[in-house]
């Protein structure tokens, strides 16, 4: 059987026949204990021990000092099928290496033997001796003006970094900065700023403040004060020379009295809450340039003296106003350490396994809603299994994987990664599973590009060779988006420039539509409140009130008011539950509030069993409101003759009416809870009218009577000389029927 056997790191390979110790003295022994077979030879003057085994053809040589003269083979690795390099075939039930030998060199004689044509990487013969020699002495020395120059220089280079270091220009106090409402925010918090200007359902929050005029985000740290250390200015400087289109710009810290940290402010908030946005149509060229953005970051930082992120994941994806992707929370990482900065990031994949419990119930009540445990669901497996995160590389890696496993599945599938496939599963669990059985996000293939469906798998492939960089997931993505001219878009098309020009036209078109949608609501809601505003108040009053006037009281010459009230309601009450009270009230005021639905009446309050109602205000309608007051009497009259009381049904409703027409003054009084009233004589004796009636007949005024008696329409019989409190003896009238005109 054979089997192929990698072996890493290596182009070609030098294979040593080496039968060993275990070979060579044995044979030695048996040769000078004069055992028969193996043959010696003493080869003076080279003195030389020559040992030849029976039945082998291999000699093994001996110098003066005892070391063995080795004999040497060249191995061709080039794999016959691939073409591969560094491939080393054994036949494993024999232990044979079954790679051809192009070249042998046998010590005992200094001799080179060659056997078959070498395959030289890249066809060229690597040199004897390097260009320099191997102490550099082949090369001319370096005249003493190249020297000093070179000293000049790494002097020079020394005192800028010095500079640099000394150079405090990111240092902020913290008074210096103003929030949001002008105020500063010494002694007071300030305000928290919703991070998206349009989506309803984020729930990023970020301190926001002005410092030097430019709008900031300011993340705060637990400690009060940092001492600065030549580690702490060294990354400091390092911040401040971070430039890149798809990173923040950082602004500046605050070490004294509070600690924060202040970066620029993307207004869109962050990719998770863009992602979370439903109402956001997100088409296949927004996701790959919003990909095609955080790769750009990360390339950068790979690149640069950051090395890495550690904390990539959708909340770090910033979008700002021109919904380029920017990356946030980079950096400053002894900095945050030292201020107390603990939530999920390198740092917190230092998760001791036996406490990593411990940590997570301390931090998170509710396992499903805890940051801290979501934030691990970006977390590379290996790193969630190691407990420190010192090696740049690995934190590299744990890059990769962040912004594939998350960062990108969440673009395409706009949830957080592992979701929803694995939505019945505890967040503890899905990490206990990811560290414990290799679970995986679970994309299914059809769902992207194949391409960008391979890509993702291995981002998070456990052979961490496997794993592209960034700059060839740059590649990729560039080829991917040019082949596919996603989005309708044609390959000529995708630059960047257009790009972005095509993203702002659908975000304009997605705002168009979003706004649309939101206006309809905003109608739909306003009609809503007005139709409440015109049951508290009249409508021209409330339209008045509305347009920001103040409804000045209105004196009327002639109204006519209605008063009832139900006889023998109090003892009523006493005999009934509060609830069956309240039942019949309403049950009465439904009937009520039917019957004056037909006519032009005003219903100016309830207070209890009494029901006030006006015409001829606060619209004008000549001597109408007698004419109209006196038919909804009537018809309420009759209906009240066959009210059945719910909880007393045998009972008849005993409902005094009582009216009066005169002059009166209606207005809004009260700016809290404005209500409409009428004031006036006229309303007293409209209320005398009722008291003074009697029930299930219409009590009516002389002043009624005479408006009345205009329309000849009405059937009234004279009451006589009643006396009335406060207003002496009156003639008063019962309201009978409307008489039948033919
Ligand atoms: N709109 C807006 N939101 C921001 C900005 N910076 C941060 N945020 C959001 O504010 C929230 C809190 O941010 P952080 O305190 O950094 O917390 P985090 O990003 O969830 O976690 P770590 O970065 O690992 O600490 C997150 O949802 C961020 O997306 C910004 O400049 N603009
Ligand atoms: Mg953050």
Redesign the pocket.
Known sequence: MTAECRVKGLKRLVCIEYPGVVDSVPAMMSTLSGISGVESTLNNPNERLELRYPHEERNVTIDSDGDRIADYALLDQTDPESGCDALLRCDTSTKQILNPVVMRYFGATNQYVGVAHIHWPNGNKPRDIPECGFDGDLCPELPFWDILTASLLTILVKVKLESALTNMSWRVRWEDITFPDNMSHKGMEPEWSL??DWSPKTN???LTGFYKGNLV?I?RLPQKRIELTRDLLLELKVMRETSHENL?RFNGCCIDGTVAIL????????L?DLLANTSLNLDWLFRYSLINDIISGMCYLHNSEHVYHG?LKS??C?VDSRFCVKL??FGLRKFKALAGYQ???ESELIIPENSSTINLKAKCRVDSLC?FNV?LLYIAPELLCKSQCMDPKKCKFQDYINGYYGTQKADIYREQPFFPHYMNMETKDIIKEVKSSNLRPCVPIDSCDERMHSLMKNCWSSELDMRPDFNSMKHEIRGIMKSMGVGGISAAQSTLTENLLARMEQYANELESIVECRTAELAEEKKRTEELLYQILPKPVADQLKSGQMFEPNFYDSVTIYFSDIVGFTSMCSQSTPMQVVDFLNDLYTCFDTIIGSYDVYKVETIGDAYMVVSGLPERNGIEHARQIAKMSLKIRDNVQNFVIRHKPNEKLQLRIGIHTGPTVAGVVGNIRPRFCLFGDAVNTASRMESNGEPLKIHISPSTKTVLDLFGTFALEPRGDIPIKGKGTMKTYWLIEEKLIN
Do not use: H, M, P, W
């Not at 970066?263 to 962050?270: D, P, Q, T």
């Open positions: 991070s998206i990023s929050q970020i985000a993340k923040v970066s620029e402010f993307c207004a869109k908030g962050s998770r904390r909340s770090n910033l946030t929370d939530t999920t990031g940051e934030g």
